[in-house]
């Protein structure tokens, strides 16, 4: 959305959560205002539905979509929909909606890797104003490799302490401030040291 705009400061760019689509819907059917939802969401360039996984079993809300994703596909404009699972795998979705989504490109977006985590730190950083060091950030990334929000939310921890005592952003620091959110070490008894052991010696335990 925010590309768009910058390539085209006067498109029609509207982002929106599944929910809040499904809620706006609802308030305008109770309160008889279906035509000001209508232009709301076919008079734009672009549509962005976020979650669409949602809409599984609300029937109401996908025939309305049904014919607002029609609106928009047939004026030539752009419908962008995310979800946590593909099409197909949504429970209750109308057969004909699942054909539409299925029908333009799908991209199956990964989790970042270790380097990519790291990027995403170090410009976080730079718009907190804030230095950070790179055995930091492989330090910040290696240990939150599921979630973005959850790596900025730790590194947000990190730049809230540091802008308010001074300490310099240091391993120890992010270990200190982040020792609620970081996974505890994993305890190992003997017998797992080793067969790990005699994995990498490629002997067997009997042996060693």
Same mark, same amino acid.
């Given at each position: 959305?925010?590309?768009?705009? %910058? ?27 279906? @035509? *000001?939802? %209508? ?8 549509? !962005? ?6 809409? +599984? ?23 962008? !929909? ?8 949504? *429970? +209750?979705?109308?057969?004909?909606? #699942? ?14 890797? !270790? ?15 804030? +230095? ?20 900025? +939310? ?23 401030? !982040? ?6 070490? #994993?305890?190992?008894?003997?017998? @797992? ?5 005699? #994995? ?9």
């Amino acid at each position: 959305g925010h590309r768009i705009l %910058r390539m085209r400061p006067d498109a029609r760019v509207a982002y929106l959560t599944c929910e809040e689509f499904t809620n706006d819907f609802i308030r305008c059917v109770r309160d008889n205002r279906m @035509q *000001e939802f %209508r232009a709301r969401y076919r008079d734009v360039d672009v549509l !962005l539905l976020d979650d669409v996984q949602f809409l +599984g079993k609300k029937e109401a809300t996908q025939e309305e979509l049904f014919h607002t994703f029609n609106a928009l596909v047939d004026a030539k404009k752009a419908v962008v !929909l995310t979800s946590d699972v593909l099409p197909s795998s949504i *429970e +209750g979705l109308e057969p004909r909606l #699942r054909s539409r989504f299925q029908s333009g490109l799908m991209a199956d977006i990964h989790e970042p890797d !270790l380097e990519m985590r790291c990027a995403i730190l170090k410009k976080k950083a730079r718009l907190e104003h804030m +230095g950070l060091p790179d055995e930091v950030a492989v330090f910040l990334a290696q240990r939150f490799s599921k979630s973005v929000r959850e790596l900025e +939310g730790a590194l947000v921890k990190v730049a809230a302490v540091h802008s308010l005592t001074g300490q310099p952003v240091t391993l120890d620091l992010c270990a200190d401030v !982040l020792s609620d959110m970081l996974p505890a070490p #994993r305890a190992l008894d003997a017998e @797992q040291i080793q067969q790990a052991v005699a #994995r990498y010696f490629q002997v067997t335990v009997d042996e060693l």
